[in-house]
């Protein structure tokens, strides 16, 4: 029977599961494998997928994502393999509850009888799921609680099997970026640190503190705000436009771009500096010290150094290969990407 199993803590790693990250600008796929001293990358591939294919984390065109997924299923042979994937968005909820200490199965107990009380949704339409994430000395507990609809994540599966994969659990976008941080990172226990990951449709704000999670937010504004502003400045189409961002390695020269980078940077800041404050207000001890950015959009000429002033703290791009072993003949091409595949890669490591 299928798993699904929104959030889980997972610290031990024994691939190989297929990691696959439906974005909404394109499909990651990775394999890890394990060697002696820890995790080889052993498959790394994307597709691209086409604007309005996926819409604020719901698939829209399912023949549309299950094609390319299938055509990197086929280029390296993974029919009926086990698959991890992850969904997000505003059918996704999390709630970060305080309980008196209990085992995962009484917890699951508890939450079959009760999970309605935390859930804005009709307990019929979603798939519920709680991970215990931390305790404290007082006899309390933390925990992870995630409600996915089934007519969203239903979708998700049927695509990953249309395309030959086997999906054997479904994660969160944001459970997926803090396991690989949380596998992969050596940062003191006493650290409380941003996760954020910039994509093209929304951002992902983790607040840790101590290796526990206290603070999730997901905002739904990316990468695709720059190529729909340019597009509009420039009276072209969102494909020209997509292709101006990517040439753009730096701030750009010309007068317009300028100032819609100005414009959209500013917001994209404004929002996560909201959620920042918001997280800064609840928590106990200061602010974070840190953000670590991720994903396609956190590459925005400016944007990081325009967040660290505004945030008053370092901005630095997350680095999700840092103890992953690669290939030397992929390092080069990778080095681009490597901020992209948080996700994919928390996703990948996720024990069968
Ligand atoms: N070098 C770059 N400079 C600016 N933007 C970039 C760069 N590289 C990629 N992007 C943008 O990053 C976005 C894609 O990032 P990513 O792959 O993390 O998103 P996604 O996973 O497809 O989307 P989402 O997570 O929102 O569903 C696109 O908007 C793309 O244009
Ligand atoms: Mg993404």
Redo the contacts with the bound molecule.
């Keep these: 029977m299928l798993e699904v199993d929104v959030a889980r803590n997972v610290k031990t790693v024994k691939p190989p599961v297929i990691g696959l990250?439906?974005?909404?600008?394109?499909?990651?796929l990775v394999e890890l494998q394990s060697v002696d001293d820890g995790l080889k990358l052993k498959i790394f591939d994307?597709v691209p997928?086409d604007p309005g294919v996926?819409v604020d984390?719901k698939i829209i065109n399912a023949e549309n994502v299950a094609v390319p997924i299938n055509l990197m299923v086929v280029r390296h042979n993974l029919h009926g393999r086990k698959a991890v994937i992850s969904v997000?968005?505003l059918s996704v909820i999390h709630k970060l509850i305080n309980l008196p200490e209990m085992s995962q199965a009484d917890l699951n107990a508890l939450m079959d009888a009760e999970a309605e009380i935390y859930i804005p949704f009709d307990i019929a339409d979603v798939y519920v799921d709680s991970v215990i994430i931390g305790s404290d000395t007082s006899g309390h507990m933390k925990v992870l609680l995630t409600a996915a609809k089934r007519e969203l994540v239903d979708k998700y599966l049927n695509v990953v099997i249309a395309a030959g994969l086997d999906p054997i659990y479904i994660d969160s976008?944001m459970y997926a970026m803090f396991n690989v941080f949380a596998t992969t990172s050596e940062y003191s226990t006493d650290d409380k640190v941003i996760l954020l990951?910039?994509?093209?449709?929304?951002?992902?704000v983790v607040a840790v503190k101590n290796g526990v999670i206290e603070f999730m937010r997901e905002i739904p504004l990316?990468?695709?705000l720059?190529?729909e502003e340019i597009a509009r400045e420039r009276g072209i189409s969102w494909l020209k436009a997509?292709q101006i961002?990517?040439e753009?390695?730096s701030f750009p020269d010309a007068l317009d771009l300028q100032k819609v980078y100005n414009r959209v940077v500013g917001s994209l800041v404004e929002e996560i500096n909201r959620a920042v404050d918001f997280y800064t207000a609840v928590t106990v001890d200061g602010g974070p010290s840190k953000v670590f950015a991720?994903?396609?959009?956190?590459?925005?000429?400016t944007?990081r150094e325009k967040l660290a002033e505004k945030l008053g703290i370092p901005v630095e791009l997350g680095q999700p290969l840092q103890s992953i072993r690669i290939d030397t003949s992929w390092a080069k091409s990778l080095e681009?990407?490597q901020?992209?595949l948080a996700?994919v890669i928390g996703l990948a490591m996720r024990q069968e």
């Design positions: 990250d439906i974005g909404t600008s394109s499909v990651k994307y997928l996926i984390g997000g968005g976008d990951d910039i994509g093209d449709s929304m951002m992902r990316g990468g695709a720059l190529t997509e961002k990517l753009t390695s991720f994903g396609g959009g956190a590459k925005t000429p944007l681009e990407r901020a992209d996700v």
